[in-house]
């Protein structure tokens, strides 16, 4: 019997509102070495894509941090993944934190956009995790759930699907509280698990990333564990550095 082997850990870069030309050049000459061992993709802000897939090597896939769910209309500022795909951008960040507390993103909308991407060819990234206050009265389970279920429910119909899943506990973004590895780990089996009860797709290909505070200091305990595929990273990701050096990390390297 074939068994197929497992991807790559995978490390992708969020510069959220953040970079600049420089930047982007910075990461082109820095990062222009294919690693091995190791998938690495990079989200600038979308007006930098071009700047950025054009200067960076073939190796590393370059991608956007949102998008909408219509192919084309009357939607004043919005990009559809049609016209992401046409450009090259080989995935897209949906559901981070931020777009759903800040501009009001609902599961339902995060889970119509990733249906969006897949039919166009865009891997979708579904950020998906809990607040504090949810995690201190013993939801985080549940709220994770209700957002990975809610994809699931919108996409498993879908074959064959390239997604990826961040489990990215909010309080852990932007804040130097990195998670447990312990308790990242029990969030991303309990994914895990909700993808092979829930779907017919190979729970084991599906990368899921741990976001939150990732730095060079801890990648290493966090990437051990079984679960964990790789990361999504902010803050760090602005110093070309330090993301190398969590790219080598996730590689074993
Ligand atoms: C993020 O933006 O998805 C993120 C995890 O940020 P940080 O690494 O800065 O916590």
New binding site residues.
């Given amino acids: 019997m074939l068994t197929q082997s497992l991807p790559n850990p995978l490390v992708v870069a ?1 510069w ?1 509102m953040h970079g600049s030309l420089e930047l982007c050049q910075e990461y082109s000459i820095k990062l222009n070495a294919s690693s091995p061992g190791v998938d690495v993709w990079v989200a600038p802000p979308s007006i930098y894509f071009h700047r950025l897939s054009d200067s960076i090597s073939p190796a590393i896939q370059v991608g956007v941090q949102n998008l909408y769910w219509e192919q084309s209309g009357a939607f004043t500022g919005e990009l559809a993944p049609s016209m992401l795909a046409e450009l090259g951008a080989s995935f897209a960040i949906i559901g ?1 934190s ?1 777009r759903r507390t800040m501009f009001g993103e609902t599961d339902q909308h995060v889970a119509r956009k990733c249906s969006a991407c897949i039919d166009s060819g865009v891997i979708p990234i579904v ?1 998906v995790g809990e607040s504090i206050s949810q995690r201190e009265t013993g939801n985080a389970r549940r709220v994770v759930s209700e957002q990975v279920s809610s994809i699931l429910r919108a996409c498993d119909s879908k074959s064959p699907v390239q997604i990826v899943f ?1 489990y ?1 506990p909010i309080w ?4 130097g509280a990195v998670a447990e590895p312990s308790d990242a780990e029990d969030m991303h089996c309990h994914v895990r698990s909700m993808i092979l009860e829930s779907t017919e797709w190979d729970a084991k290909q599906i990368r899921i990333l741990y ?4 730095k060079v200091e801890n990648a290493a305990a966090l990437v051990a564990q079984q679960n964990i595929d790789g990361f ?5 990701s602005l110093e070309v550095d330090s993301f190398k050096r969590i790219c080598q990390i996730a590689a074993g390297v």
């Fill in positions: 969020n959220k981070h931020e950020c961040a990215e852990a973004i932007g804040t976001g939150g505070s990732v999504l990273v902010g803050g760090a």
